[in-house]
């Protein structure tokens, strides 16, 4: 047993376990972004809602935001109203629920998620990518999304709801990372051009609609 205890540990063995701290760190973060509201960092607790950027918050710490915007330093400034976020429509994890009875409303286990995909059965933990479909809030594991909604050819559903939806920009990935953010980038860019065209044709129509009503009453007056 010459190992025991009596060995001193190289430079590289250190820095394997540093790195690997830097990792659990990093994990544990990741982690927490799925489990806890980002304006007031309580456990998320149903009802949750998601916002453009994919952020998840606790329903009633975005009503209070809106109600006072100064208390929050870092709120999302681009929520200005309660239609800026989307309420979501999760799958409650049957195995979390009988694991978790007994301990109150703590959870104990930061790897295990009150969550999961209702297709693959995925845990909404970081671990695994998961979107929000935006037209009806629910929430799946991006792997259930893809092997249903692969043909672009035909119409997209809701796995879950079987509600139809227009594009894939109706599709919000949650706590994006990398890649992903600029994704959903991209995407607000093109609703946001796309919501300002449909805003002039809307004034449009409405001028037209004067314009008739502004005429049938000069014929009625005549
Ligand atoms: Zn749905």
Redesign the pocket.
Known sequence: MGCDGGTIPKRDELVRQKKKAEVKDKNAANMAKWRYCTLKYDALKRPIVVDSHGLLYNKDAILEFLLDRMQFENGPSYVKKMKDVKEL?LTESPEFKSNHNDLGNEYLDVYSSPFICPLTGLEMNGKYKFCA?WT???VLSERALRSINNNSSEKLC?P??G?EYASNDDVIILNPENEDIALMEQRRQRLNASQKKNGSTKRKTSEIEEEESSGKKTKIGK
């Open positions: 429509q479909i009806c809030g629910c809701c879950k709801c509600k």
